[in-house]
């Protein structure tokens, strides 16, 4: 019996552990996206700098304060362009805000915030034919770029300008930085479009230049006469297809060359002694076109076969008329 009591005295004189306690931190933790390691931030006055990777992990107290954290670099000019502030985004919170402050910060639990940018670049371009020749900046009358996220940009003439080279997205809870992509809809030279659409591209991200492959064509125009087929000495007027009109000077062999023609539909006239006309023509290669004029001398020659047609026709009539005259006689 004292064995059991003193065993029962021992027990009692045991201190009970207390219960566990509450952790009294919390962690803020503050990524840029894309990173951002000349972002700065100030939080409750105090100016905050994140590492080399754009991130920032604070210990703050466990309690319901508001807190107030500024993003104070919410634009950043580049030597090519700039990065602009877009959003917060919270880790399972909906959205946090569209300004660079939040006012209403509470440290209950451990926070993970992304502030996301948007980045932009200028881009310069110019442009070679097929054989990589130059051509001339001037010869381009607009440029339509196409974005994969649906924008389009419209240029006149050859100008730098300023793309998105980065956006945020938003994949399920978290902002991810995407590359954006533009892809040349159309380059308009002489009222043409001398690009295929959406076979060129460029990425601002990865360039900030680009040099662009236009489809220009060669034409060799020879002036002949109809039936014999002789060189003959004329003018001849390419019309563009932006309605323009360049006469073209015919040598003495009936030939006149036009070399880096847009890809397109033009209209030629030949002016020359005789019977002209106008012909269309669909300029998709290099190609060679045959203008045929019917000379005063093939009308001469088509009179005279007709006389002759029309004389042998008329002696063959009057043989047969003699003949039926004949036999019914």
Do not use: C
């Amino acid at each position: 019996m004292r064995t059991v009591l003193t065993a029962l005295i021992t027990l009692a004189m045991v201190p009970v552990p207390a219960a566990q306690a509450a952790p009294s931190e919390r962690t803020l933790e503050i990524i840029t996206v894309p990173p951002m390691p000349a972002a700065r931030f100030v939080l409750d006055g105090q100016q905050v700098i994140p590492d080399t990777r754009g991130a920032v992990r604070l210990t703050l107290p466990r309690n319901g304060d508001a807190h107030r954290l500024e993003l104070t670099t919410p634009n950043l000019d580049l030597a090519d362009g700039s990065i602009d502030f877009v959003r917060w985004f919270g880790q399972g919170e909906r959205d946090l805000g569209f300004t660079p402050v939040l006012t209403d910060l509470a440290m209950k639990h451990n926070r993970r915030l992304q502030v996301a940018f948007q980045s932009t670049r200028r881009v310069r371009y110019d442009f070679v034919d097929q054989a990589h020749n130059p051509v001339p900046p001037s010869r381009v009358s607009a440029l339509t770029l196409r974005s994969d996220s649906g924008q389009t940009h419209t240029l006149r003439g050859v100008q730098e300008i300023p793309l998105t080279a980065v956006r945020p997205v938003q994949e399920g809870t978290a902002a991810v930085g995407k590359e954006v992509t533009y892809y040349l809809q159309s380059v308009e030279i002489d009222g043409a479009n001398v690009v295929n659409a959406g076979e060129q591209r460029i990425v601002p991200a990865r360039a900030t230049s680009a040099t662009f492959v236009v489809l220009l064509r060669s034409v060799r125009f020879q002036v002949r006469d109809l039936f014999f087929g002789n060189a003959m000495n004329a003018d001849v007027a390419l019309k563009y297809p932006d309605g323009r009109t360049e006469s073209l000077a015919v040598g003495q062999d009936g030939v006149v060359a036009v070399d880096n023609l847009a890809r397109g539909n033009y209209s030629v006239d030949v002016s020359a002694a005789g019977y002209t006309g106008s012909q269309e023509i669909a300029l998709s290669r290099g190609q060679h076109v045959d203008l045929r004029v019917l000379s005063y001398v093939d009308m001469v020659v088509v009179v005279v076969l007709a006389l002759l047609v029309f004389t042998g026709l008329f002696l063959l009539g009057r043989r047969r008329l003699r003949a039926h005259r004949d036999e019914a006689g």
